[in-house]
């Protein structure tokens, strides 16, 4: 009884799973997505385009070339499997690492994907590119400071006792894949940060490169998920902050240096703006035993492999071009791969070869695919065979760390027509083009007149075509360039935004009107909203832009007299004359010229 209850379940589990599978293959929405990490970046930025396939067994990288306003740094690849309901759905997931190449509004075209004959089109992105970076800074600390608000306009008192030096629990560990390797093997090296601390960022001190090594780092998001892990009764948060597949180029023991890290910590963690503290961790050196492979290996490619070559078409006219495609695909270092060659004999002509490679930064290394496209040409009719190719690899992880030799299947083209003849030019002989002594014989009767006294040599005639040319070159660099770009600049708005506040200011009948215009002068200026303008973030703000202390308290308290009279009954608190209002008006103006030269 309890043998067949076990095999009921085992069955019922096999009908789920299938079922979910075939669901998930065969019967689910093909979907083409695609999506962005951000609308708006710095020009030292990162943008990650990401395409993401569902339903598509297993497709190829979509071709983004068409972006021409960003530069393609690298790319990766990831699969997901998703069970939901009984229906198991496999996504696989393509991220292009992009750079922008200049300032500006751009937009990302999109992207169409071909598959059973149906074509996938993603939507368009706009992307805003700013000078320098988006990121939060992490190299300089913000500094706290007693605000210019006394603390009794607060409910409760600012308790400065519970700011309590933190204690600091920070370590960064690295490790590595494999401790002895073959040289050309591949080693995942993997830093490690322990915290039991807020951090706000970690930077790289050292150079990443690695002598000995063969290294590719695998490219870092803006953010770093991380994971609690227990040790010794306490809970850290584990990050991975560096990443890179190593692979040694020589034999024998190989140091990988410590590495120099500054981490931002947190402080104050109950201030409404918390300190932040720089240490500095080093990471503890590491040694691979790289061995010398067999000879048998010397040279050839360290990991495993699959090899496939296939033309475009089997028929083809003899005036055509075939492209021979070879494909190569594995795990390993995919940059030292050299491409099996074919050569050209009495029926056809090989050409070189364009070759591309596509790196794939997975959990357990770095793999990826060589394509090569070899143009060929035929110099006979008829069926016309090509030989195997030979690709061999070395894989070290396999019993008995086996020699590998992959043969592609032979095929035949079929080549027909009429090879066409090349086209003959004729010369025209030399008594045709010019008949001696007739043209020297009319030079000579006729009457050669002083070219210098001409209208259109002198100066006058040059100047007056010069004078349009001039005009429209002027009109075309307003409409297109100055109208554009530079009168649309953020440069020259809040330049115009600074004289259209002076403006205002020297319009001011009353002294209630000077607080509005400054409010809407910040709230222009630096993007804040009317409700966070105080007088303590107005202090806080002016002072982490290096305002002087005497220009914000005098900016500060002329906004504040301004509030107080805009409820005083007859609207002259303070008791301000007409002149007394136009020297505060001008103490202003001097200060605002200031502040707009702090705030870029």
Known sequence: MKQRLIFILVLVSVIVLWNGECTGVFGEDVEVKASISADKIGLDDVLIY????????????????????????????????RFINGVTSRYVKYQFYLTPRKIGQFQLPPVTYEYEGKQYT???FTVEVVKGSTAPPTSQPRRRRRPFVDEDLFPFPLDRDRT???QIDVRVVSRASKQNVMKGEQVLFTILLY???????????????????????????KSIEGRNQVINGKIYEVFEIRKAAL???????????????????????????PDTRRIQRTTPELTINAS???????????????FDVRPNKRKVDINDILTLKIKITGTGNIKTINIPEFKSNNYFMVYPSKISRDASYGTNGVSGVVEAEIPVTFKKTGLIS???????????????ANLVTLNSQPFAITVTGVKEKQEITTTIPQTEIIKKGEDIEFIKKGTIYNQDKNYYKSRTFIILLLIPFIINFLLVFKLFVFDRFIADSSLMKKHKLLNRTIKRLRNVREQGDISPILENYLKEKTGMGLSGITNQSIDQLLYDYGVSDSDIKTFITLKSESESSRFSPNKTYGGLT???????????????????????
């Open 50 to 81: 990401t395409v993401s396939f569902k339903g598509i067994a297993n497709p190829g990288a979509p071709n983004i070339s068409h972006f021409s306003d960003f530069n393609i740094q690298t790319r990766s690849r990831s699969e997901e499997y």
């Open 122 to 124: 993603t939507q368009t």
């Open 164 to 166: 309590r030096p933190q």
């Open 195 to 221: 915290t039991r601390n807020r951090i706000r960022g970690v930077n790289m001190l050292s150079n990443q490169s690695i002598p000995g090594f063969w290294q590719e780092w695998y490219p870092m998001g």
């Open 247 to 273: 692979f040694p180029t020589k034999s024998g023991p190989i140091t990988i240096p410590s590495l120099k890290f500054e981490i931002t910590l947190l402080e104050d963690t109950f201030s409404l703006f």
């Open 292 to 306: 010398e492979p067999p000879a048998r290996a010397e040279g050839l490619p360290m990991g495993r492999f699959t």
């Open 386 to 400: 090509f030989p195997s190719l030979k690709f061999q690899y070395f894989d070290p992880n396999s019993a008995g």
């Open 578 to 600: 007409g002149r007394e209002l136009k020297q505060d008006v001008n103490v202003l103006i001097n200060i605002l010229k200031r502040i707009d030269s702090k705030i870029k």
